[in-house]
């Protein structure tokens, strides 16, 4: 794409709030203005897009992913729909009948059965005859734990190890054997999966994805793939990768060894460096049992003093380190790590760093102070808020309802100064950014919701910013700014706030506030094009091309 005039609609930009066209020339946004002035402009030289009415706005960033996990998910059988076991043991048959004579695993995602009534899983005997004696693996929503065959189990040798509860669901050491057993594919396998996960990505309307590989997820060659695929010479336009690697160290020359050794740079050692589990799994570390199994608070995978030699290792390296943290247990071992940090580097080095935390769903107000205090940014999914919270979801039933309400706290992030970038954890929770805003605007705790600029911000401009990107401008649409955008076919553009007390004045034309899509409608803003850096990711072909 060279110089190329899109027109008559909507451009999302701080710089003019009502414009109606944008000029791209290669890969940066040239001018954005009215559709009058966009008539004076346009030339022989330029490619006209009639946007009919369509948004402009800036690409999405996902701050939380799994590339090759996502493309695998895509594929598997979705069992997001399971309501039973029944339900579960049906689809796995429907996958893998008796006739078909293959012998490759069946692989299933998505289950949840804490909205079942009646939360009995399949067991291993059971997934057996369903699949006809093949290798099963689903994996519960949070990929955290999973039901297996007594197939894989067998040949994995899952019941000699931590985490095997003797009828089919396996956690800890046993879900880390059996998930890298299900994941073991071929590199045409692997392309093949990253490839598809990146398209999806891109059909939704976003431009890059940080992906949070660590080597109980995927391997380093499963990273340095995903790296090649998507680089900026690659054949294929594919959503920029932002790669963090979640490796523990305990010393800085142990951080420059670990680094030279991934054949790739990656923005940090950070991610899904587990200091606790999952809520839905029982494996988040609480300070007190959970309520509906008094005999587990969870359990720590990692200690305060390990945390603090990561963090100063990596600050004094000026590199972003940092850790998956659910539970308010886990949070307690993440602060005091970094107060042992302090006295080890000084604040000034880990403020610099840029350290960040994944998911940080229990904060009390003493850790949103030492986390504003420390700069360390949170990649939060509003997602789990959506599927999760309320009075009878998953939260109330693991915590009881008083304790649910305080998970996710958007927007007590915001008033301590905590810096928020926003993601999907796919494929815990689906690539689609405009049902994440909207679960961010309509969190179940009245006290916590944001408004849609605040969360939209959180899944653009920001991201970019947790990448520690040198250019400024990403994230926004304006002169000079990169040309990463996606074009969306919207209903309704409006002003959409958590608060009604400014809503009146937000939607008042000399706020000069930026509309977005009207996210009550019942549907969802449709993507019609996705463009990176001036390369096209994605389109629809719905887009018109005039003369």
């Known amino acids: 794409m060279s110089l190329t005039l899109y027109r008559n609609g909507s451009v999302y930009s701080a710089a003019d709030p009502f414009a109606t066209a944008m000029l791209v020339d290669g890969d940066v946004v040239a001018w954005v203005g009215s559709e009058h002035a966009a008539t004076s402009l346009l030339d022989s030289r330029m490619t006209e897009i009639d946007l009919q009415g369509a948004l402009v706005a800036p690409g999405f960033v996902d701050s939380h992913v799994h590339v090759t996990e996502t493309g695998l998910a895509l594929e598997s059988v979705d069992l997001s729909g399971a309501r039973s076991a029944r339900d579960v043991l049906d689809l796995v048959a429907g996958a893998a ?79 880390t054997t059996a998930r890298g057993a299900a994941r073991n594919v071929t590199p045409a396998r692997r392309r093949a999966l990253q490839e598809r996960a990146l398209r999806h990505a891109a059909a939704n309307g976003y431009v890059a994805l940080a992906e949070m590989s660590a080597p109980h997820v995927g391997s380093v060659e499963d990273l340095q793939a995903l790296m090649e695929l998507t680089a900026a010479d690659a054949p294929e336009a594919l959503p920029q990768v932002l790669p963090y690697w979640g490796q523990l160290v305990s010393n800085a020359a142990e951080a420059r060894e670990v680094l030279a050794g991934l054949g790739v740079d990656v923005l940090g050692l950070a991610g899904d460096l587990n200091i606790d589990g999952s809520l839905g799994s029982r494996s988040a570390l609480l300070r007190g049992p959970y309520a509906d199994d008094s005999a587990t608070s969870g359990a720590a995978q990692l200690t305060v003093e390990q945390v603090a030699a990561h963090f100063a290792a990596t600050s004094e390296l000026g590199l972003t380190g940092g850790f998956h943290v659910i539970g308010e247990g886990a949070m307690d071992i993440a602060v005091a790590g970094l107060e042992q940090a302090e006295k080890m580097v000084g604040i000034d080095a880990i403020r610099a760093a840029g350290h960040r935390l994944e998911h940080a769903e229990m904060v009390d107000a003493a850790a949103m102070a030492a986390l504003a205090k420390y700069s360390v940014g949170v990649s939060v999914q509003p997602m789990f808020d959506a599927l999760w919270g309320g009075a009878d979801g998953m939260y109330a039933q693991r915590l009881g309802a008083e304790r649910a309400l305080g998970l996710n706290p958007l927007a007590r992030f915001y008033e301590a100064g905590v810096p928020l970038f926003f993601g999907s954890d796919s494929p815990v929770t689906p690539l689609n950014p405009w049902a994440s805003v909207r679960a961010a605007l309509n969190h179940h705790e009245p006290s916590s919701r944001i408004s849609a600029r605040a969360s939209f911000i959180g899944h653009t401009r920001a991201g970019w910013r947790a990448a520690k990107s040198e250019n400024p401008f990403h994230g926004q649409l304006g002169a000079g700014a990169p040309a990463s955008f996606a074009i969306w076919d919207v209903e309704q553009l409006m002003v959409q706030v958590a608060d009604e007390r400014v809503q009146s004045w937000s939607t008042d034309p000399r706020a000069r506030t930026p509309l977005l899509p009207a996210l009550d409608t019942g549907s969802d803003p449709v993507c019609l094009q996705t463009v990176h850096l001036g390369r096209q990711l994605y389109t629809s072909g719905d887009i018109r091309i005039g003369a």
């Open 97 to 175: 009948p008796l006739a078909d004579g293959a012998d490759g695993m069946v692989l299933g995602h998505g289950w949840d059965n804490s909205g079942w009534a009646d939360t009995t899983l399949p067991t291993a005997v059971e997934l057996d005859n369903a699949s006809g004696g093949r290798g099963v693996y689903l994996a519960r929503v949070d990929v955290h734990s999973a039901l297996v065959s007594g197939a894989l189990a067998q040949s994995s040798g899952l019941a000699a190890l931590s985490g095997w509860d003797g009828s089919g669901l396996v956690s800890g050491a046993a879900h």
